[in-house]
């Protein structure tokens, strides 16, 4: 009866008259305080444009069983989570409970033991080099060794450095001023820094940097070869060799006096100054003609001095470098004035230590006004005299006199001098302080000047406190070779005379390995802070191994922002070691505490901190519980299937013989690989920076399958033997369906991994060193769901596959125990993306019955991203089809759904990795029923939707029988939401972000309002390992599903690596007779389309992909007339409030568009352009949305493309048109560089460049070097991702 009615249903309810009953019950996580149950009545009126002749019910409820027990049907049979999860019951285990306190301290002594070795390291070579000069006083050590004259034969490349280095030799970079008997103790330090780098494992750099200008090197390597290399004007040798904080004020006369020339010494001055220092001082900069102007950029600036962050020196520069000449004579004693009560302001709020030193540095050419200068003079000394007074004359002023064309008057540079040495006596202005002032010193500055040397070194002004201490900086970007690292320095005297400073670099990633993939207890994670309670690493935060640009400085506040924590970071601050247990409101709590719970259903739980200092350094170790604690599940002495092959991944190294090709990876049928991540092993950057070698893959295959326990562990987590041996039971399970199921041509790879990383994946497939399944959006989604069939995707398969969809399913220790928290296990299976939009033609024929016009079906997962929808398999191209959200396909049923409160949420999280206000949407998947239209805004469109019940998605439905009008804000040119001053929860947007701003002298949020929870962590990036290039032309592809032997659309629909061909390659002219064919040649249906793997990449014809890809659907005259009306006047208020909100956040970075200009004309001409056959005609876009074409786009400052830059690469574009590629909005961006990615609009090759941000979120990151995996290739541009998208774009300019 149900198969029959399917069959006759063409509208979603014909009944006389038409009534929809809706009865839904709603529980947000099963919370009794949250549920309510309501009987909807809505009452319709006949379908205005289309014939009602049948009276025939259609029950989504029946429809969304049918799917569900398809779903089902794929999980067990295709994927085996039934057969996997029996056997994971019948697993013994041993149970024990962690203890906060005792894991700190065996944490933390490892973390210790890593900062002890590089400190010895430190200390060895200060004893060498402080050992070297007593020698030297009799027998001079004077000889040095150029880095810029090293024979290339002396040189080889090493992955560690990421560049060519000789590693038996040092060599030396000099600064201008150095004196040919300076003492260089380098050949002495060779054999010690060799011997060094061979015992310390992570170490780079070794160096020593004289006070008399020699920077000493090791290993030997060429870099800075253009001019001199001035190292002591670098912030690890200020730091360490005046150790006490610093507050200092620099102040730029631009007046009238200044010429060009003199402003821009001043300004390339201050930026050395500010390039000079690091967050342990504190900065401001002013510019001073007749008023004085302070950084606009945060509104702090203007009253305090702010630490010398990364983010803060950024804005600073960009201060700096927009002074320009003014007209008005220079006030100097505002200037001073300014200076006086920002060092006042700050030390009042601070209440600063004794030793801070306190500067203010002036740069000017010293000119006073022709009528008044003698009154100027005295009234400068005066505010310095006062000002000062109130310091108790602490402060130094510094003054650098800026030429004229070589000519500076004496009276000028006696005024600089006087405002340095405080000279007010002089100008008859009486000392009315006790203490005597702390003299400066004034010094000339030309064009000739070499900067750091002169104003870089203002600090030898500053009294030396003889502090011979050891200092640990924080991130920073490697400048003589690539990633991140942390310098350990310390200054070296021979007596009281200075004599430099000795410095070791070490890796990010190893010092923090130990912290990033900490894998004790699954309600358990780990952090690492500084004393300031700066934020080094976090589960919010991506691996150190990916990030090309250090984390801004965020404070452990914004991270851990529940109730009760600002307690908790005072008592880890103050107390060396301790523990600390909050209570959390369930309403309050944080998404990854969540997803740790074992019964979500509570009003509030528990988290408990224990921390430690780790002893001699300035970081503090802490590791956070949610409680109730879940016990710690490790499986007991298993051993491998006898039927099951252990077959590494390494391929490569292995020569299997029955190797083929998955599309682009080197793989096998035969068996599946297994895969350790870095997760897997003890020493986890020791696994990612060296190469793999057949002998020890060889080594883990032996330990792996040896069930006798014998053989030496190579260096893997006393679990991943055993999680290895389980996970092989899905190995029969496996190869049986490759042989006798259905789908085969629709699968692309199925696998399974568990939370220490291993991976096992059929078909068997060499995988990147660095990939790591425990960070992909499918594994954290399935944990976020345990027990549900999760959906996860579209995106471009990294492997070549095209676009897919992945199914997940969490496997546990017991079926009784389905929460978070014991989840042991993920299994993944990857579709085509059109798959599943077949699952709803075939298993639902009312989706089938018109095409697609009218009655479009889709399927949505639990945050409102697509699954599947008429637009994403539209051969016309609404490319590309990575997440599209449902307030950006469907927004009449967008609008209407927000008005069901219990059914979705809009949420806010803050992303601190781009200073973001994410806005995302979270579906109840708790929901009873179904839900249809409650708002009566139209007539003629009618919607239901429903649960897919025992999954994280959604079925729905929209019947459309003539136009109807809806909107949702979804920006077309950037993520910025259109009002960030206020969020409603009916007002329908797409996922969108506003600007997080962040008090930068005190690093809290500068509006209270916007104290949301931190974002989840997001997911890495992806990298493609690429095999050697004959292999791909000699081996067979693995699945050979003879696209050109399908003859019928059915048949050739959804299949691996097939493409229904029917559209001609001009883009618009539909084939008279499709045919099947390989995705390569006409990918998305498109004979000649352009592949986003641009080296499968085909002719395209200048016709395709442009203007006709951003059209809408038709619509009649009158509702075109009207809509034509209300779109001019939505789009002025809308650019006008844009341009606005945009202009108000500067800081704010927009995502970069191609280049490319829209006439609004062609809106008016679509019809008459458009194929009349075409989907979009059939009305596949709704006609209930607005496309924004507008005028131009102007270009964009290298600082908003490089912020653009550290938030791409992952696998949603937050719903907007754009198909910008970021991550889903409660996943914040990560801080990695994507793989440049051509933007193809139109055919308009010669505006690609790497500042073109892609458009396409398949990217992939080239931020895995080369360097790390000898055996893997990197992408080079000719291997680039490229994808034809529609870009809208609008004025961006800040």
Avoid at 305 to 320: G, N, V
Avoid at 497 to 522: H, R, W
Avoid at 1051 to 1071: I, M, P
């Amino acid at each position: 009866m149900a198969s029959q009615r399917r069959a006759g249903s063409v509208l979603l309810s014909r009944v006389s008259p038409p009534v929809w009953s809706i009865h839904a019950a709603f529980c947000w996580n099963n919370e009794q305080a949250f549920c309510w149950t309501g009987l909807v009545v809505v009452l319709c009126t006949l379908m205005c444009c289309a014939p009602c002749n049948a009276e025939t019910e259609f029950s989504i409820l029946e429809e969304a069983q049918v799917l569900a027990n398809q779903m089902k049907r794929l999980s067990t049979e295709e994927l085996g989570v039934f057969t996997m999860q029996r056997i994971f019951n019948s697993f013994v285990y041993t149970e024990r409970n962690s203890n906060g306190e005792t894991e700190v301290q065996l944490l933390e002594k490892k973390i210790r033991e890593k900062f002890n070795r590089y400190l010895d390291v430190v200390n060895r070579n200060k004893q060498v080099v402080e050992a070297s000069y007593t020698a030297h006083l009799t027998s001079p050590l004077t000889a040095t060794q150029d880095c810029c004259t090293i024979p290339p034969s002396m040189l080889d490349f090493d992955g560690n450095f990421n560049t060519n280095v000789s590693k038996t030799i040092s060599c030396d970079r000099l600064s201008t001023t150095v004196n040919s008997r300076a003492f260089n103790p380098g050949r002495d330090l060779n054999s010690v820094l060799a011997d060094n780098l061979k015992s310390n494992p992570g170490i780079k750099w070794q160096y020593f940097s004289s006070e008399e200008g020699i920077f000493t090197v090791f290993p030997a390597h060429k870099f800075r070869c253009k001019g001199t290399y001035e190292h002591r004007s670098r912030p690890v040798y200020v730091s360490a060799v005046r150790p006490q904080p610093k507050h200092i004020v620099v102040i730029v006369d631009h007046g009238a006096s200044a010429t060009e020339t003199q402003i821009q010494i001043a300004k390339d001055a201050a930026q050395v100054i500010l390039n000079s220092i690091d967050e342990h001082d504190k900065i401001s900069m002013l510019a001073v003609a007749d008023a004085v102007r302070t950084c606009s950029l945060d509104q702090c600036y203007k009253a305090f001095l702010s630490p010398a962050t990364s983010e803060t020196k950024r804005k600073m520069s960009s201060f700096i470098s927009n002074i320009k000449s003014s007209d008005s004579p220079t006030q100097h004693a505002l200037g001073f004035q300014k200076a006086f009560q920002l060092l006042q302001g700050t030390h009042n709020v601070t209440r600063q230590k004794s030793n801070t030193d306190m500067v203010i540095i002036y740069l000017s050419s010293g000119i006073t006004s022709r009528d008044s200068s003698e009154d100027d003079k005295k009234a400068t000394l005066r505010v310095i005299n006062e000002e000062n007074g109130y310091l108790n004359n602490t402060v130094m002023i510094l003054t650098y006199a800026l030429m004229n064309e070589g000519v500076t008057g004496l009276k000028e540079l006696a005024f600089l001098r006087d405002l340095a040495e405080q000279n007010s006596a002089k100008y008859g202005v009486r000392n009315r302080a006790s203490l005597p002032v702390v003299k400066g010193s004034m010094m000339v500055l030309n064009q000739l000047s070499n900067l750091e040397t002169t104003v870089g070194r203002f600090y030898i002004n500053l009294p030396n406190r003889m502090i011979d201490v050891a200092i640990f900086s924080l991130p920073y970007n490697d400048e003589m070779g690539e990633g991140l690292i942390m310098t350990v320095v310390r200054p070296c005297y021979f007596g009281n005379l200075l004599l430099g400073i000795v410095g070791v670099d070490v890796n990010l990633a190893y010092i923090l390995e130990d912290v990033t993939y900490y894998q004790d207890s699954l309600a358990s994670y780990t952090f690492l802070i500084d004393n300031k309670g700066y934020t080094l690493m976090h589960p919010s935060l991506s691996r150190p191994y990916l990030l090309s640009e250090p984390p801004l400085h965020t404070d452990i506040t914004h991270y851990e922002n529940i109730p009760g924590f600002e307690l908790v970071r005072q008592n880890i601050l103050s107390l060396s070691l301790g523990s600390q247990v909050i209570a959390v409101p369930v309403n309050s709590s944080l998404s990854w505490h969540m997803n740790r719970l074992r019964d979500a259903s509570q009003e509030a739980y528990n988290v408990s901190y224990a921390w430690k200092l780790i002893q001699d350094t300035s970081f503090i170790l802490c590791i956070a519980y949610v409680q109730p604690e879940i016990p710690v599940k490790h499986l007991k002495n298993l051993n491998t299937v006898p039927s099951s092959k252990l077959l590494y991944h390494r391929l490569d190294l292995l020569g299997q013989p029955s190797a083929c090709l998955h599309f682009k990876h080197l793989a096998t049928v035969e068996s599946p690989t297994v895969m350790l991540s870095a997760g897997s092993f003890s020493s986890p950057y020791e696994h990612l920076s060296q190469p793999e070698t057949k002998r020890m893959v060889e080594h883990y295959t032996a330990y792996l399958s040896d069930n006798t326990r014998l053989i030496a562990n190579p260096g893997l987590k006393s679990s991943v033997r055993n999680e290895v041996m389980a996970t092989s039971h899905v190995t029969d399970e496996w190869m049986t369906q490759m042989e006798m199921s259905g789908l085969n041509s629709y699968i692309v790879r199925r696998y399974i991994a568990t939370p220490n990383g291993v991976l096992r994946i059929y078909p068997g497939s060499l995988m990147d060193k660095a990939f790591d399944p425990t960070r992909r959006q499918w594994y954290l989604h399935a944990v976020a769901n345990p027990g549900l069939i999760t959906f996860t995707g579209p995106y471009l398969d990294v492997g070549g596959a095209g676009y897919v969809v992945t199914i997940s399913h969490t496997i546990h220790a017991s079926s009784s125990q389905m929460a978070s928290g014991y989840a042991v296990a993920v299994m993944g299976i990857d579709f085509t993306l059109r798959y599943f939009y077949k699952v709803l033609l075939d298993l639902l024929p009312v989706c089938n019955q018109d095409r697609g016009n009218k009655i479009r079906c889709f399927i949505m997962e639990d945050r409102g991203y697509l699954v599947a929808h008429p637009t994403l398999i539209d051969p016309k191209g609404h490319a590309p089809v990575e997440q599209q959200h449902i307030t950006h396909k469907e927004p009449l049923v967008a609008n209407d759904i927000l008005n069901h409160p219990n059914f979705v949420k809009k949420n806010l999280c803050n992303s601190f990795s781009d200073r973001t206000v994410q806005r995302f949407y979270k579906f109840n998947t708790s929901i009873i029923g179904d839900l249809t239209n409650l708002v009566h805004g139209s007539h003629c469109s009618k919607y239901r939707l429903t649960r897919i019940p025992g999954t994280n998605a959604f079925a729905g439905i929209v019947n459309e029988t003539c136009d109807s009008l809806a909107f949702c804000a979804c920006s077309m040119v950037d993520r910025l939401c259109l009002n960030c001053h206020r969020m409603e929860q009916n007002e329908c947007e797409c996922p969108c972000e506003c600007p997080l701003e962040v008090n930068e002298c005190t690093g809290s949020l500068t509006n209270a309002e916007n104290r949301n929870p931190s974002c989840e962590v997001h997911q890495d990036p992806l990298s493609l390992t690429l095999i050697d290039p004959s292999l791909q032309d000699t081996l067979p592809q693995c699945i050979n599903t003879r696209c050109n032997q399908r003859f019928t659309s059915g048949d050739c629909f959804g299949v691996l690596d097939c493409e229904w061909c029917v559209v001609d390659s001009d883009g618009k002219t539909h084939l008279h007779k499709p045919y099947c064919a390989l995705q390569k040649e006409c990918f998305g249906g498109i004979v000649g389309a352009r592949s986003p793997y641009v080296d499968d990449m085909g002719i395209l014809s200048d016709e395709v992909i442009t203007l006709n890809m951003i059209k809408s659907a038709p619509v009649g005259p009158v509702a075109g007339g009207i809509m034509g009306c209300i779109m001019v006047l939505v789009l002025a208020v809308y650019a006008y409030r844009h341009q606005i909100h945009r202009r108000s956040h500067q800081h704010m970075s927009p995502l970069a568009a191609q280049e490319m200009s829209v006439r609004m004309s062609n809106l008016d001409n679509e019809r008459d352009e458009r194929d009349e056959d075409s989907h979009e005609d059939r009305g596949i876009m709704s006609n209930t949305r607005f496309i924004a074409a507008v005028i131009e786009r102007r270009s964009h400052s290298p600082e908003r493309r490089r912020r653009y830059w550290g938030r791409s690469g992952t696998e949603s574009d937050h719903g907007y048109s754009t198909m910008s590629p970021q991550e889903d909005s409660e996943n914040p961006p990560c801080n990695n560089d994507p793989l440049s990615a051509g933007v193809d609009v139109g055919n308009h090759d010669e505006d690609l460049d790497l500042d073109t941000p892609p458009q396409t979120a398949a990217l992939l990151s080239h931020k895995f070097h080369p360097y790390r995996h000898p055996h893997h290739y990197s992408l080079h541009p000719s291997h680039h991702l490229q994808a034809a998208v529609t870009v809208h774009t609008v004025d961006a300019e800040c």
